[in-house]
Structure formats: structure tokens, C-alpha cells
């Protein structure tokens, strides 16, 4: 294992002021995604929105690196004939991709999912380093919900997070390791907490055991947060505590920094969480970087202005990168500050 190079790119990955650009909806996500907005789920369009995010001009000042999907890395973009691969170089953002197979019912646990996608990863894994890729992600899913999750569905999913790292890294692919706790539910920000510590904790035993380099590695948490339906959502400040508590008490000092992803949360409570972390995190001199890796808190309002047309191409691009200038603000605290000063 080459660790020096896989630590290198851990650390540009969480560069400062800098986070990650999850657009690797699997095709039904994406379908899903464009049907909302009126838009043909057609591979051309494809190509053309994920143009239009990665060719934004500018967006490599405040993005390290994009999660493409298996479509997109072999893709010609729409622009110049480059394909994704050069895009990206061209704006220089560090090639990502999604691994997994996707999050399928789990045997003999009604309600629960175990992500698919060891066999063959190997084989797969020496493509995508083919194609460019320097990084790539697996995730996971625990549901909260009546008895709820299971102990077997936390350690299956852990387990296949720790194999997955490790192939990863044998070969020279930083692993993006995501334990997503989802936020759909009534439950507390307190059931949150207790389900988010025992996931990362197990997650974290696995990848130990299984011989994952912590340095050469990024964690891609959920927030410790109200569920969606629950009737007192609990506020930002108590969000940005929490999650810091939990991440706190389960993750190395080694790792060199954590990508939330958003997880249906509004782009702005997304913004406004990362700051609150930042703010606390600064204060308490946290090791790691606390960053994004946002795919819909980065990506709606740039997809709803676009709805397929290319005159909306230049509009939705602003768009986008007034998101990622704000989370890049929010990822080191300033987000705030930034909004008060604009204000006045
Ligand atoms: P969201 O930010 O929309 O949760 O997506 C992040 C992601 O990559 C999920 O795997």
C-alpha cells in the first residue's frame, strides 16, 4: 500500500476551505431527480447537467474533488469533446467515484438494507484507476425506526464498509467511507446520537480490524439531527453539538477529516449546520476538517433553475457556485460572519 500517496490525496480532498461535490446519482436516483424538474431522463441529458456542474467556471476554488458514477467517469462531457475525466483535470477537481452496487432489503430484517458490490470490486477498482480516479465511495444505510436498526444490520454494513476500504486501498484509491444514518423518521436528536455512536463505532472497529489505514481515508458522516417528521426538530446549534460529541467519541485522531453529506436536509440548514461545527470546532481545537460533501444541498436550486433547457446553463451554474462558495464559508466557520457583512 502506497500510503504517503493516499494520505496526500486524503488531504486535498479536505483541503482548507474546500469540500467534495457528491453527482453520482445511480441512473433510477437521477431519473427520480429529473422527473421532479420536468426533465428526460435520457443519457444525453445526463451528460449535459453533470457538464453543466463540473464545467462551472471557477468551481475548482471552492470543490476538491467530484463522486462521478459509472456512466459519467466513461462519459463524454458536452463541452470541447473532453471526456469527464479531463473536464475535471481541466478544472482541476480530483476524480471520484461510487463503488457500491447500491443499498438492497437485507435478508431476514424486513425494513432494513445491506449494501451490495464486493464481488469483483478488485477487478473494478484497477478500472476506475485506469480511467483516472484517485478516490471513490461506498455507502451504507441504517434506519432508524421501531426496534430498529438491528445490531446484525450495523455490523453487516460495517463489515462490507472495512472490505470495501481495503481494496480501496490496496489499490491507491482513498476510500470515502459513509455510514449514512438516514434522517426520514420521527425519531429524537437524542435516539440520533445513540444510533450515529454505535454505527461509527462499529464501523470503526471493523476497519480497524481489517488493517484500513486511517490516514489514507475519509469519513462521509450523517449529521446527529431530528428526524424529518419529528415534531420538535431540534436546533442548529444542538445539530453542530452533537454530531461534534459523536464524532468526538468515535473517530482517530488519524483520519484526516470528515465530508458530511446532506441527506435531504434544505440546502441552507446544510450550510448553517457545517458552520455551527466549524464555529465549535475551532474553539475546541478539533483535529480533523470538518467539511461537505454535498450532493442534493449542493445540486437542487442549480437543477431546478436548469430544467433541461441550455439557455439556463449560465444561470444555474451561479447558482452552483454561490453554494459552494457558502459551504466552502461554512467549512471554516465563516459562513456567518460572511452573510452579516453582505447584509449591511
Ligand atoms: P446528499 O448530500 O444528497 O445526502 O448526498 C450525498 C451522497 O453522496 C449520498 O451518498
New binding site residues.
Partial sequence: MDLQKLETTAKAMVAPEKGIL?M?ESSPTCAKRFQAVGVADTIENRAAYRTLLIGTPGLGQYISGA?LYDETIRQTSTEGGLSFPDLMRRQDIIIGIKVDAGAKDMAGHPGEKITEGLDRLRERLAEYVELGARFS?W?AVITIGQGLPSRACIEANAHALARYAMLCQEAGLVPIV?P?VLIDGDHTIERCYEVTLETQRCVFEQLYRQGVAFSGMVL?PSMVISGKSCPQRAPVEAVAEQTIRCVRNTVPVAVPGMAF????QSEEE?TAHLNAMNVMAEAMHLPWRLTF??????QHSALARWKGDAANVEAARSILLHRARLNSLASAGRYQQAMEQEAA
Fill in positions: 457528491a453520482d463522486i465511495k455507502r459513509e449514512e462521509k453529506l446532506s441527506g435531504g446544510a460533501s454535498y450532493a442534493r444541498a449542493l
